[in-house]
């Protein structure tokens, strides 16, 4: 206290008339506050009366899956932003869905029909795949044949266990995803990812300009972004709406199955006849590309054989490994 | 007697000053350094692929860089815990040396991995969305440690030296200021001393699992992909021992020149040259021991993947490279320091030059030929993406790094006594006595 060197009488006098003030200003806290607690709970009252129940029940999906019931006057639609929204949708999967590939490895001619498709729905250039047809030849003695190499969906992805920010991650319906507004460009998954099959935005993405007032959709990657990571989603913004992805639809030759290991039911993309996934695989000896990594992949293959068409090898210069 | 003793603080604080040319040599650093610095801002207006680095070798010099920088840090652990902890005397005057080699290397890495990020204004994510599996948050968390150790292992043996200073020292101004500031009021009471020779003690024991951590996390950076060449389970010890190699070639390089244009040659004798030298062929055996477990196995089953990749260094495009850093970084160091006249300054000066660039190319021999031949081919890409080149505004950038380690030692190194004047006192004391008695 500042009065500590004042006389003893006089600080007396000071704290009596401080706690005269004082009171005089508890009693009018006390006052204003109960009138104004008052006047809100009679504003209160009158605003809950005119959402009282109005008896009709609705059944409502909860984020997390639980089926619950509330009254038809206590709700109220949730708009987010669509940004947002795409965000949120984004990172969580199809409930009730695991989707699988299988790429038939003996129908496959090469015509690149499928790449388009994708390189145009996602604004890549002409050298960046997320699907990329590759000329194999295990070695001389066995036949070439041409391999369509999409990501593998791994259940085991080493780019995800690599990630430092959580920028790629794998959704429960099997994809794994790339969120491009997370990505630092550290290129540590393109380093851990043993399929080749991500690709890095080195400079300014084509369509940059077109695109920048478009809301990012981390299903269809796009806009894409300058300094980070794009990769194959197995199309994850067509199977929201219930469609095939790009690729599979695109093919000419009847190449790709999609489908859904769930329901155990693969989609032919060219014929769109439908075929038990397992029976298919079972069939005609499907396999996985470098199962012994033990990445466990959600592409499946099946064997080049029969193949009615001869091999051209065009890019047999470029044949490396 | 007195006369001498002081004497010694004379010499060690004689460098200890700002002359012309220590200011011309710091101008054309700077220069340098901010040529550089444009380089770099080429690169973050324009993208990463003003870089050579493209989707397949996706880390090239950068990351090369950073693996060598980390290594040549590890020096500091070597020297003053190592050693130091198993009574070794004769490194006392090369302590302060190593530690700063190991604190400028070991900083300056930090941003060298930044130079690498495809997005550095999103380094924060590394702390806000940071994924504890991830071996980059290790490297971030024990190298942040390292640093942090490796200042206070530089400033605690300095602050008696700080004090004496504080008396010798009567201009520049600043710098009688800022050695009262550091030395935090030092009277060299038997509690003071006490307390710098426990916290010493901790601190030395402490480095040297953060220094071993430091250099396995980044091996680790490599060894915990699927990668042939990378797929190694020796790559921690591998590396680590290679560091040695690396920052003992440094310590070399600066005990050369400090010794000459410091004119410490009573301090920095022949004898130190010559037990570096020892030092050197110890490390770099068993560094070769390494190397011979790492392409000798793979080597003799050649499998598909190991096949390729071996044939690439061993007799590939990449054989030109491998074979300098194997035969100057390892084998002819190790058979020339065993004859005695090689053991002197001048010789081991070229030598350990040598090993300095040996071992930078040994680090990209590492990083860059495994990603050249991934398991699946390389196709329908243009040929820039088969065949890694560095550019000239990366090579640029990689300088950079250089110039800030360069800078870093020269302002330390001219602003401190790079010999640790009160254990040179301590040791001097301890002859005298030796005669007397």
Not at chain 1, 280 to 285: I, V
Not at chain 2, 169 to 182: H, S
Not at chain 2, 236 to 246: D, K, N
């Amino acid at each position: 206290m500042e009065e500590n060197d004042k006389p003893n009488e006089e600080q007396s006098e000071q704290d009596k008339k401080q706690s005269r003030r004082k009171f005089l200003r508890n009693v009018g806290i006390i006052t204003g506050g109960a009138v104004a607690g008052g006047a809100a709970m009679y504003t209160g009252i009158h605003y809950e009366g005119s959402k009282l129940p109005s008896g009709e029940r609705l059944k409502l999906l909860a984020q997390d899956g639980r089926l619950l019931e509330v009254d038809a006057h206590h709700v109220t639609e949730v708009h987010l932003p669509e940004s947002e929204l795409l965000m949120q949708q984004g990172r969580e999967g199809l409930p009730g869905h695991k989707w699988v590939m299988v790429v038939d490895l003996a129908k496959c001619r090469n015509a690149r029909k499928c790449i388009d498709a994708c390189q145009s729905a996602h604004h890549l250039r002409p050298e960046q795949y997320h699907i990329n047809t590759l000329q194999m030849q295990e070695s001389k003695k066995t036949a070439p044949y041409n391999l369509p190499k999409p990501c593998q969906h791994c259940d085991n992805p080493p780019c995800v266990s690599v990630c430092p920010v959580d920028a790629t991650f794998k959704r429960s319906d099997g994809p794994v995803l790339i969120d491009n507004e997370r990505c630092i460009g550290c290129r540590f998954c393109i380093a851990a990812c043993p399929y080749s099959a991500r690709v890095f935005q080195w400079f300014e993405p084509p369509l940059a300009e077109e695109s920048k007032d478009i809301p990012y959709n981390i299903e269809l990657n796009v806009p894409q972004k300058k300094g980070t990571i794009t990769k194959c989603l197995f199309s994850a913004d067509r199977l929201r709406e219930g469609k095939l992805p790009y690729c599979v639809s695109a093919c000419p030759n009847g190449v790709y199955w999609f489908g859904d290991e769930m329901e155990d039911a693969v989609t032919n993309g060219t014929t769109k006849e439908t075929v038990k996934f397992s029976e298919l695989l079972k069939q005609n000896a499907g396999y996985q590309l470098m199962p012994e990594l033990g990445t466990k992949p959600r592409v499946y293959y099946l064997p080049p054989k029969n193949r009615l068409f001869p091999f051209e090898d065009g890019d047999q210069e470029e044949h490396k490994g | 007697m007195q006369n001498s003793y002081d004497q010694v603080a004379l010499d060690l604080f004689r460098p200890v000053r700002l002359n012309r040319s220590h200011l011309i040599w710091l101008g054309i650093l700077t220069i340098a350094l901010f040529l550089c610095l444009y380089a770099y801002s080429i690169q973050l207006r324009e993208g990463l692929g003003v870089a050579g680095v493209r989707d397949y070798v996706s880390w090239g010099m950068y990351i090369s860089n950073f693996v060598f920088f980390v290594a040549s840090s590890l020096i500091g652990m070597l020297i003053s815990a190592v050693l130091g902890l198993i009574g070794m005397k004769w490194i006392r005057p090369l302590t302060r040396i190593a530690e700063i080699i190991a604190l400028a290397f070991a900083a300056v890495a930090g941003l060298v991995i930044i130079s690498d990020m495809g997005r550095p204004e999103r380094l924060p994510y590394l702390f806000l969305h940071g994924r504890i599996q991830s071996p980059i948050l290790w490297d971030v968390t024990v190298v942040t440690t390292y640093v942090l150790i490796s200042a206070l292992l530089l400033y605690l043996p300095l602050i008696p030296d700080l004090a004496i200073g504080k008396k010798i020292l009567n201009k520049p101004k600043f710098l009688v200021k800022l050695y009262e500031i550091l030395s935090v009021k030092w009277r060299g009471t038997k509690a003071q001393w006490e307390i710098i020779h426990r916290s010493m003690r901790i601190l030395l024991i402490l480095i040297i699992p953060v220094a071993l951590a430091i250099h396995t996390v980044t091996s680790w950076l490599f060894a915990s992909t699927p990668r042939v060449g990378w797929n190694s389970t020796i790559f921690g010890p591998y590396f680590v021992s290679g560091a040695f190699v690396a920052g003992i070639a440094c310590v070399i390089i600066a005990m050369y020149f400090f010794r000459k244009n410091y004119h410490l040659e009573k301090y920095i004798t022949e004898l130190h040259f010559n037990n570096m030298a020892k030092l050197l062929v110890l490390v770099s055996l068993v560094y070769l021991y390494f190397n011979i477990n790492e392409f000798l196995v793979p080597g003799y089953k050649l499998e598909h993947g190991d096949a390729i990749h071996l044939k690439d260094i061993f007799i590939g495009h990449n054989a030109g490279l491998f074979w300098f850093a194997q035969l100057f970084g390892i084998i002819i160091p190790i058979i020339l320091l065993l004859f005695r006249q090689m053991r002197k300054p001048f010789p081991m000066l070229i030598l350990a030059i040598l090993i300095f660039f040996a071992s930078w190319i040994k680090r990209y021999i590492i990083v860059v030929p495994t990603q050249e031949h991934p398991f699946l081919p390389i196709q329908h890409v243009p040929a820039n993406f088969l065949i890694y080149k560095p550019t000239l505004i990366e090579i640029a950038i990689t300088l950079a790094s250089f110039i800030l380690v360069l800078m870093i030692i020269t302002v330390l190194s001219k602003l401190f006594p790079v010999i640790p004047v009160w254990e040179m006192q301590e040791e001097f004391e301890l002859k005298e006595k030796g005669n007397q008695s």
